[in-house]
């Protein structure tokens, strides 16, 4: 049974001014560093975190929680299979109850020069309270 639905849409160029004004810092609050090294070896990484944004937000939408209740930006992290498939792999308390609730996330993305989006369906074999 679904979960959950969210989807997020994300302006390419204020990912990019949040980076050259806040730099490493708001990369490192927001961002794993294994998607820090996945966006820096494209030629345009702003539009790849874009998406990463776009998907963590969309995941917590899906959730039903926002990023609150202990929830981080960094316990969400996209990944790729060799096919070039997005997949979510997750940390700390949002790791425990994607678990507890037996979640199963689908994601997809895509970005352009101006816009970036992120959905993400979560499958649960239990009901929601």
Known sequence: MIYG???????????????ERLGER??????????IAYCRKHLKAAQHFAARWAVKEA???????????????????????????????????????CARFRLQPYVSLSHSEDYAVGQVILISSQTRN
């Open 26 to 35: 708001f990369l490192e609050r927001v961002f794993t560093e294994n998607e």
């Open 59 to 97: 995941f917590f939408k899906a959730l039903g929680t926002g990023v609150a209740n202990g929830y981080r930006l960094l316990d969400v992290e996209l990944e790729h299979l060799p096919s070039g498939q997005p997949y979510l792999v997750f940390y700390g308390k949002v790791r425990e109850d």
């Open 5 to 19: 639905l969210g989807v997020d849409i994300q302006g390419v160029t204020q990912i990019s001014c949040m980076i």
